[in-house]
């Protein structure tokens, strides 16, 4: 069915389902106007970015139902582009569901999921990256999450890519001119400057790209995984590093059989800590089960802290452990520093390794701290505009992939008519970044992870 997309006005709750304090109805598009006067006994017209107070009238008994605040924006001047007008009510659900059914009944349309902000990117009042950082912003749990959205928000990428764009978009000029005019005698551009421009667009891109590094991790934060034999104290520095009671700490080894998780905040870093049950061989078919799992809970991690005994030097199947763990991140930690004997002196003093007592509570900031450095290095510090989810690096790495190509073949007198397409290429993989040509199933799939009334 071919709607016609700009002729619908479209309604929803925008704000969480269940009672609040207030509850906004959103109407976008051409008749959000008519739709909401209908709707409000109101005691003065509604005017561009003026907030009136209304009445919500029972249509059954026409007796006061409740009191709102209508709010209108007029196109363009609005988040949708559109004639925009939200009513907030009391966050009753019951009368948020009667508004939104009155505004069907007008004429509007339900709206699907992330549709005022994909309205937003239609009529052009934001790009992909900022309609995507819309998103990123609501869904942050840190502060760090949400003021590197808010920037996104405020066309970081775009502003970033858009010198590499301008370079490309020169030198396609460029070489389209020497086809047209080549009958003209007008000069080739000679190749070892086409593979220079083009070098010097890869580079800006190639920074862009790498910028996924870190923004990866501060969209999706880290894992990190606690292991080490049973009964070191990983329950018990889980629950240290979480601040609450989270893990069950018993003296029997081998208890932890599910994968207890929980998320924490490192540094504005999403970290998602996972208690693991000890590694050891075992008879027992819940443990063994328990241990299986362990060890993929180990396998996926990003940062591993392996849990040791203090005072006890490493079991073969702990040397292996961190043997293992070669090349990866992961931190030793020797925990019950309070019952190590002092005449034995303070023996392992590695370089990646920290010494603590989850029962007094002695080195857990010296662990935090060092978790902290191991959370903040990956990808060096924070930058203006990162890339922070896959569909952007992928948009980035093509065009980059586009550039090579294109980079190889001014080394061996390719035709420009061919190196032309592969600049082509990598100018559509950038246009499709910030959302200037992307199909329509791409645009689909980004805006139906947002909420409905977004
Ligand atoms: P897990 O099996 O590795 O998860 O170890 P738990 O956290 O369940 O702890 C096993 C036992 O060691 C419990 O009795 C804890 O109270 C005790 N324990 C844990 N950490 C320490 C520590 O630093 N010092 C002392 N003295 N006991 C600890
Ligand atoms: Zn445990």
Known sequence: ????????????????????????????????????????????????????????????????????????FAKPRSYTGEDLVEIAAHGSPVVLDLLLRWALQQGARLARPGEFTERAFLSG?????????????????????????AEQMGGAISRRIQPAKEKLVELISLLEAGIDFAEDDVDLTPDEEIGTRIDAVGAELAGLARSFERGRIVHSGLTLAIVGRPNVGKSSLFNRLVERERAIVTAIPGTTRDLVTERVSLGGIPLELVDTAGLRTTADEAEAMGIAKSREALADADIVLVVLEAGIPPSEEEAELLASLHGRRFLAVYNKIDLEDSSSGQGHAE?????????????????????????????????????????????????????????????NGTPHEMILLDLYSALRQLDSLTGETTADDILNRIFSTFCIGK
């Open 125 to 149: 009042r934001l790009d992909l990256t900022q309609a995507e950082a819309v998103r990123d912003l609501i869904d942050a749990q840190t502060l760090y999450q949400a003021r590197t959205a």
């Open 1 to 72: 069915e071919q709607e016609d997309i700009a002729g619908e006005t479209i309604a929803a709750v925008s704000t969480p389902p269940g009672r609040g304090g207030i509850g906004i109805v959103r109407l976008s598009g051409p008749h959000a106007l008519a739709i909401s006067n209908a709707l409000l006994a109101l005691r003065n017209p509604l005017e561009h970015a003026m907030a009136r107070f209304a009445e919500i009238r029972d249509p059954e008994t026409g007796g006061k139902l409740d009191e709102a605040i209508a709010t209108y």
């Open 351 to 411: 370089e990646q390794s920290i010494r603590t007592s989850a029962a007094t509570g002695a080195g857990i900031e010296a662990l935090r701290e060092a978790l902290l450095n191991m959370v903040r290095t990956p990808g060096g510090e924070s930058e203006s505009g990162m890339l922070t989810n896959l569909r952007q690096h992928e948009a980035v790495k093509s065009a980059l992939d586009a550039l090579g190509d294109a980079r190889a073949a001014t080394a």
